[in-house]
Each structure stands twice: as structure tokens, then as C-alpha cells.
């Protein structure tokens, strides 16, 4: 049969780009379809096929299998014929009012003894419109093709002349000798190519969206499982397919149950409650599983099971802390936040400001413990060329040597008994292009100060266990409470470490040598204390109770004994309910100086045994110092085993 194309060689699009429409006749309405087809050539590739029922059926199968077609456009008999055969949806082409008086109006000036023959029913408005206009009609309909051709010779029979229906009941009256007069017209069929082009829009709207959602399933890396109200499961990704070792062609249909039974969804179909994280073990592994009930107009439909292995999570909360701890690697304090009132604390900050902007040397802060060099160092840091870069800090009186050795440098796989498979990189990469901050550097171990050297003339490190030189460029920025030239006397500390690190030096006064700064810091650290226990509100009242109290104390904590203070005071107002009165106050703040007094004591005054130990352990680091820090041949000076220099070492 005939079949044309509606699209000239200029205008067609690239495959895929515009929806395709066939418009199917096997009669009449093929001409029609010719005509509208050119006016949606710039939105849709419209093809026409001079065909009906079985032929016309296997050809748009062929189209459909090749995916040249969206929509179906028929009428009649064969229109109905198509929709019950094919996969794709077929739009009819109705009889408007307008069809049917231009049509009955044609059949007029032809005969008074006129039928109309329609596909399956005749519509009540068409017998009430027959009736109302005094218009003699035989009304028939039917649904097959041999079922119109029963109803034309019944017309025949009656007399009838003049025939009007669909094309093929047309022909069939021209072929029983009657008139046959086409009911459909160009509007109708305009208004039909309209319907099926916002079907295939639309489709394919949807058909794009749920590409992009199976896609997305489809690649997750968490198994995805959806059941219908029975239980059975009507779709699954192949995470889910990995996760519970089920090959695809087995799953779907399935019952969930049958096949994984641990997996019981059962309650969520009953109750329509979602149960989330819940573990599930299954073939001796076990799963975190999320299970939410489907809903499609407002009516459960099925649920949705989300399978999380336990490796994936424990990656990602891995993954989660080196964040959080990469986002803690940043100074918090800058110069400008210190409380500096006093013209000591003025000229420290000044000093500071000079050498973060002008230079890139090491710097040493010195001061007494608490009176706030990690701050000093920050502010250093956010006022150099480094500020965008890491602030990576570290105690390094709080590890023991071989651990602060792993922590500064890191080590490679195999390294020691119990190391990460992949190894770990230290603080000196970590602060690769910022600053590390060394506190406490007093307490470093001799064996760790030589590799310390080692990074800071060369620029580079090599971890525990490892050959490679990893080149890093870091400014080391240290600081102690010991006099480290007098443990450069005495043997304690390295004195080329020492004239390396002591480049640039920072001397950070004590809090009793700067009393204009402690009415300063009072001021800031008593009201956010008492903000932090409720007490905001009396924060002036306590101020102008206490200052002349902290004035007067001589602080030998320092900064950290006021922020401890300002602690016990904002509790001691939590308990008492009001501003505390003389004689507490006296004992929050009178508490910490007399432990402190009674330590400085006995400090003063050491014992015999105290001298022994002291002198013990200078000649030990002396002569381990002397040995460049090889424990065997010290230990073998000074007479000893290794065992009983390493307990005296600690």
C-alpha cells in the first residue's frame, strides 16, 4: 500500500530530535491526512500509511521496532483495530458538529432519504439534533468492517440513497450503489494531530526522566530493591544485585521473601511506616537498610528497600573525619584579637606583625605555660603570605618519642606492626605551603630533634619506614616554657637545633607583668562565662565585684588561670543565684594560688633524692648527646643495661 513522507530533504531533523507521528487510513481520510501533515512539520515528523487493520498493524509494528514511531493517528473501525493491537497509544480522529452538518447538509442536495453510519455508537445529541431540526435520518452503528457492510445493505434495502459515515463505510455505499458522503473534515483532523503530538511530547518528556532516573539507580553504589503490595519485586539495580548475589534474570517477579528472607518488608506493607537504618545480616554480612513505602495517588503502591554495605560507610565516615580534620587545620585568632593593653603585650604585637609580613624564618615563642603562645603563633600565621594555607599545631610533650616521630613525619606501609595499609602522611605534609606549630618543643626527645634539624635545613622528610625525600615547604613556628639555652648547657637540647630555631624570637610576657591587660581580659572571658551558664545578665554586677580582686592576684597560671577563673565564677553565680559575695570570692580566686604557692614551695626546697635524679639525668642525656644518640654505646659508657637506659630516658 501507499505510504508517504511529509518531510522535504531540507527539513528533516536529526533522528531522535522531533516526535513521529503516523497517521493511518486505509480509505478516504488518507487525503486529509496529507493536508494537515505539512503544518506540524517544524514540531513533528508526520508519516502517512494508505493501510488498515492487519497490514496496517504490522507495518507500524516494523516502525515501532526500528523506534520511527510515537503516535498513532487513526479513525473509525480501524482506529479501534489499531488501539487494540499495538504498544504505542493510537489518537482518533473525532466527528465534530461541525462535520457532521457540513456533511448532512452535502447528503441534502442529494436526497431526503439520507443515513448517517457511525463507528460503535450514535451519540444521543445526534438523534436529539435529528429530531429537533425535523430531519428524516436512519441512524446505525457498528464495529467491524463486515458489520458495516451488514448495515448498507440493510440501508439499501430500506431505500435509503445517500449515505454518510467514516471512508470506508463511504466506499461501501458507493460499492451497494448508494451515495457515500465523507463525514470527517480537515479541522477534525487537525485537531486529532494536535492530541497526538502533546501525547508524544509528553512521552517522551517521560521517557527522558525516567532514562535519567534508571541511569542514577543504576550507577548507585547502594543496592535499590522495589516491591509492589504482594511482595514481589518489580525493579532492582545491579548494586542491590551484587550485594545480595542474585542474578538479574531470577529477581524480578520474584517474591522478596523467597529469595532473601531476612529482608522482611512485610510490616512496611501493613503498617505503610517507613523504618530507617535498621541492620539486617545476610549470607554473614551485615547491611544498614532503609525501607519506605511507594505511594501513587495518595495510595500505597509498593515499597523501596535501600541496601548500605558496611564497607561503603565506613570509607565514607573516613573519608568524613580526614575532612573535618583538614577543616580544623586553620588558624583561629588573629593578631588584632589579642587583648593587648599593657605597652609589653602592645610591643609583642607589634613585633609579631613585622616578622609574619617580612619574613618566612622560624620563630620562637617564649613564655611562661598559659600566658598564650598558640595564640601568638596563629596571629603570626593569619598575618603572613601562609594565612590561606594549613595551621597544623602539635604538643610534642604529649607523645612518647616513637609515636611523635610517626605523628611530625608520618610512615609508609609496613612500617611497623599495625600501620595502615596505604600509610599515613605526617604533619609536616599536612602543613605543606602553612605553618606547624610546634609546642612545648623543650620536651622533644634528642633523637627526634636530629631529624627535626634534618627537615628544617633541607626542606624535606622521609616517613618512618620509608626512602623516598618528600619535599615540603612549611615554616616551623615553636615554642617552649624552658630556657633552651640552658638545656643547650646542659646537653639536653641541641644546640645546632637551637641556633635553627632561635632565627626569629617572640618573648610573650607573663600576666603579673602586664596588669593593664587583665581588667582587659576580665572584661571579655567573666561575661562569656556567665553567658554560657545563663548568668549573662549579671555580668556587669560580677565585673565590678571582682576586678579589684584580680588586680591585686598575682596570676602564676597566667592566661589559662583567668579563663579557669572565669569559669568557677560564672558557676559559683549559677549555685548562688545572684552575684556571690566577699569571702567566695575570695576562695574562687585564692583557691588556685595557694596550690600553686605550696608547689612553688617545694619546688624551691628539692630534696637530696630530687638533686640525684636531676644530676642522673643530665649525665645520661649528656652522654647519649656525646654518642649522637646511639642507646647501645651510651648505655655501654655509662655501665648500664639498654632496658635500664630506656626507663631512665622516660
Known amino acids: 500500500m501507499e505510504q508517504t513522507s511529509l518531510l522535504t530533504p531540507s527539513a528533516t531533523p536529526r533522528d531522535g530530535a ?17 493536508l494537515a501533515g505539512p503544518e506540524l512539520q517544524a514540531r513533528a515528523q508526520v508519516e502517512v500509511a494508505h493501510r488498515a487493520f492487519d497490514e496496517a498493524v504490522l507495518h507500524i509494528r516494523d516502525q515501532i521496532a526500528q523506534q520511527r514511531c510515537d503516535v498513532v493517528v487513526a479513525s473509525g473501525a480501524n482506529g479501534a483495530y489499531l488501539r487494540s493491537h499495538l504498544s504505542v497509544p493510537v489518537v482518533l480522529v473525532k466527528v465534530g458538529g461541525y462535520d457532521l452538518m457540513t456533511a448532512l447538509s ?45 448495515r448498507i445493505q440493510e440501508l439499501a434495502g430500506l431505500g435509503i440513497d445517500v449515505v454518510v459515515g467514516a471512508g470506508m463505510v463511504a466506499e461501501l455505499a458507493e460499492q451497494a450503489g448508494l451515495a457515500g458522503v465523507f463525514l470527517y473534515s480537515l479541522g477534525s483532523v487537525r485537531d486529532a494531530m494536535e492530541d497526538a503530538l502533546a501525547i508524544a511530547v509528553a512521552q517522551r518528556e517521560e521517557k527522558s526522566r525516567r532514562t535519567q532516573l534508571d541511569s542514577v539507580v543504576k550507577h548507585l553504589s547502594d543496592g535499590v530493591v522495589a516491591i509492589d503490595m504482594a511482595g514481589r519485586i518489580t525493579a532492582i539495580n545491579p548494586a542491590a544485585l551484587r550485594l545480595l548475589g542474585q542474578p538479574a534474570s531470577g529477581a524480578i517477579g520474584a517474591p522478596l521473601e523467597r529469595l532473601w528472607p531476612s529482608l522482611d518488608a512485610g510490616a512496611l506493607l501493613r503498617r505503610g511506616t517507613p523504618e530507617l537504618s535498621r541492620v539486617d545480616e545476610l549470607f554473614g554480612r551485615s547491611l544498614l537498610v532503609d525501607c519506605v513505602p ?28 580526614a575532612h573535618s580534620h583538614r577543616r580544623s587545620l586553620v588558624a583561629r585568632y588573629t593578631l588584632d584579637q589579642l587583648i593587648a593593653e599593657s605597652p609589653s603585650m602592645r610591643a609583642v604585637v607589634r613585633h609579631c606583625e613585622i616578622l609574619a609580613r617580612s619574613s618566612d624564618a622560624t620563630v620562637l615563642i617564649e613564655g611562661e605555660s598559659g600566658s598564650g603562645k598558640e595564640v601568638v603563633a596563629q596571629g603570626i600565621h593569619q598575618a603572613s603570605r601562609r594565612r590561606l594555607q594549613p595551621f597544623v599545631a602539635t604538643n610534642c610533650g604529649a607523645f612518647p618519642e616513637s609515636l611523635l616521630e610517626t605523628e611530625l613525619f608520618g610512615y609508609d606501609e609496613g612500617a611497623f606492626t599495625g600501620a595502615r595499609r596505604q600509610g599515613k602522611a605526617g604533619l609536616f605534609e599536612a602543613a605543606h605551603g602553612g605553618t606547624l606549630f610546634l609546642d612545648e618543643l623543650g620536651e622533644m626527645p634528642l633523637l627526634l630533634q636530629t631529624r627535626l634539624l634534618r627537615a628544617l635545613q633541607e626542606k624535606e622528610i622521609t616517613r618512618v619506614g620509608g626512602v623516598d625525600a618528600i619535599p615540603v615547604d612549611v615554616r616551623v613556628v615553636a615554642a617552649t616554657h624552658r630556657d633552651l639555652s640552658a638545656m643547650v648547657k646542659a646537653g639536653t637540647f641541641r644546640e645546632d637545633l637551637f641556633y635553627r630555631i632561635h632565627i626569629l624570637q617572640v618573648v610573650v610576657p607573663p600576666l603579673r607583668e602586664r596588669p593593664e591587660d587583665v581588667e582587659a581580659l576580665a572584661a571579655r572571658l567573666v561575661p562569656e562565662a556567665l553567658a554560657r551558664a545563663g548568668m549573662g545578665h549579671l555580668a556587669a554586677q560580677v565585673l565590678q565585684a571582682v576586678l579589684p580582686a584580680l588586680r591585686q592576684h598575682t596570676w602564676p597560671g597566667n592566661v589559662r588561670e583567668l579563663e579557669n577563673v572565669a569559669e568557677r565564677l560564672a558557676m559559683a553565680c549559677l549555685v548562688a543565684g545572684e552575684v556571690i559575695g566577699a569571702d567566695q570570692l575570695v576562695a574562687v580566686i585564692g583557691h ?42 651510651s648505655a655501654k659508657a655509662l655501665g648500664i643495661s639498654r632496658t635500664t637506659l630506656w626507663r631512665k630516658l622516660r
Not at 457511525?118 to 438523534?127: F, G, K, T, Y
Not at 505511594?295 to 568524613?320: C, F, I, N, R, Y
Open 592 to 633: 588556685r594560688s595557694a596550690a600553686v604557692s605550696a608547689r612553688t614551695l617545694s619546688a624551691s626546697t628539692p630534696s637530696l633524692q630530687t638533686l640525684r635524679k636531676q644530676d642522673e639525668a643530665r649525665r645520661v642525656q649528656a652522654t647519649l648527646a656525646a654518642h649522637g644518640g646511639d642507646r647501645e654505646a
Open 18 to 34: 522531533r516526535p513521529i507521528i503516523w497517521a493511518v487510513s486505509g480509505h478516504g481520510l488518507t487525503d486529509l491526512f496529507r
Open 106 to 150: 452535502n447528503a441534502r442536495a442529494l436526497s431526503t432519504r439520507i443515513a448517517v453510519v457511525l463507528h460503535r455508537a450514535v451519540s444521543p445529541e445526534l438523534r436529539h439534533f435529528a429530531e429537533l431540526f425535523d430531519i428524516p435520518l436512519e441512524l446505525r452503528s457498528y464495529e467491524t468492517a463486515d458489520d458495516a457492510r451488514h
Open 294 to 321: 511507594l505511594h501513587d495517588a495518595g495510595q500505597q503502591t509498593g515499597a523501596v528497600l535501600t541496601l548500605h554495605a558496611q564497607e561503603p560507610l565506613e570509607q565514607a565516615v573516613s573519608k568524613l573525619r
